[in-house]
């Protein structure tokens, strides 16, 4: 089986969005580990003051995460999936809080931005080009200084890690999308987690495309090893010297 991309991806999360929200919920601490990864952001104030963009936001879990994070910024969230947003669209939001269908690789001509700090959950696995993607973060999306926060399933490379996946995906995860009808996008899920980085090489990508302060820590519970939170910030501006020479 290949792994869905681009259109093909976003009907798959379009047919399977009404059921989504109920499967993730079967999952032990699918919204506490999207927590914990949205407050190592660690944004000051509450993010007062701060525009932060949740890239690839789906049903609206980790925008709910990133209010609770930084209940003060304002966010904007952003998916390719019409059927997604419209189930997050369907809940209550605070005024601070806007949804826009967007392709990722679109966002750069959107006239969106800059933002303060990104936070993308479960998405880099799921884009054709994950380095134009984080170019594209750093250089134009993300302030000076930016911080960005990726939770995404990537293993550690140990072969118990992988085996474990593919355990749970057979057991438990495409069997339920089968009985929910959506067996392509969850046998999806299995096989783009195994074809994608390992944190190593997820870190090295980060550090590769110009990001600084580039650190991965897994998440806790039975995910340790299969999900992490990667976080990396962009560099600072250094004004100028007034007045000086060389």
């Known amino acids: 089986m290949t792994v869905l991309r681009?259109?093909?991806?976003?009907?798959?999360?379009d047919h399977?969005?009404?059921?989504?929200d109920l499967l993730t919920a079967l999952n032990p601490g699918y919204r506490t580990d999207l927590l914990?990864?949205?407050?190592?952001?660690?944004?000051?104030d509450d993010g007062a003051g701060l525009n932060v963009l949740d890239l690839g936001c789906g049903t609206g879990a980790s925008t709910r995460v990133l209010l609770r994070a930084a209940p003060r910024a304002r966010i904007t969230a952003v998916d390719a999936s019409s059927g997604?947003?419209?189930?997050?669209?369907?809940?209550?939001?605070?005024?601070?809080?806007?949804?826009l269908h967007l392709r990722v690789e679109d966002l750069a001509t959107a006239g969106e931005g800059p933002f303060d700090a990104v936070f993308a959950a479960y998405l880099f696995r799921?884009?054709?080009?994950?380095?134009?993607?984080?170019?594209?973060?750093r250089t134009i999306l993300l302030r000076p200084g930016g911080r960005l926060a990726v939770h995404e399933y990537s293993l550690s490379g140990s072969s118990a890690h992988r085996a474990l996946w593919t355990a749970v995906c057979r057991g438990v995860i495409?069997?339920?999308?089968?009985?929910?009808?959506?067996?392509?996008?969850?046998?999806?899920?299995?096989?783009?987690?195994?074809?994608?980085?390992?944190?190593?090489a997820f870190t090295a990508r980060l550090?590769?495309?110009?990001?600084?302060?580039?650190?991965?820590?897994?998440v806790a519970g039975w995910q340790t090893g299969i999900v992490h939170t990667f976080l990396a910030r962009t560099?600072?501006?250094?004004?100028?010297?007034v007045g000086g020479g060389r």
Not at 39 to 44: A, G, Q, S, V
């Open 207 to 218: 550090n590769r495309v110009g990001f600084t302060e580039v650190r991965a820590t897994p």
């Open 36 to 44: 914990r990864s949205a407050r190592r952001l660690k944004l000051p």
């Open 84 to 99: 997604m947003l419209k189930r997050a669209l369907a809940k209550p939001w605070p005024a601070r809080v806007r949804f």
């Open 16 to 20: 399977a969005s009404g059921t989504y």
């Open 126 to 137: 799921n884009v054709t080009d994950p380095d134009t993607v984080l170019e594209t973060l």
């Open 6 to 13: 681009d259109h093909d991806l976003a009907r798959a999360f």
């Open 174 to 200: 495409i069997p339920a999308g089968t009985l929910s009808g959506d067996r392509a996008l969850y046998r999806h899920l299995w096989r783009s987690v195994l074809d994608f980085d390992t944190a190593h």
């Open 235 to 241: 560099h600072h501006v250094i004004p100028s010297a």
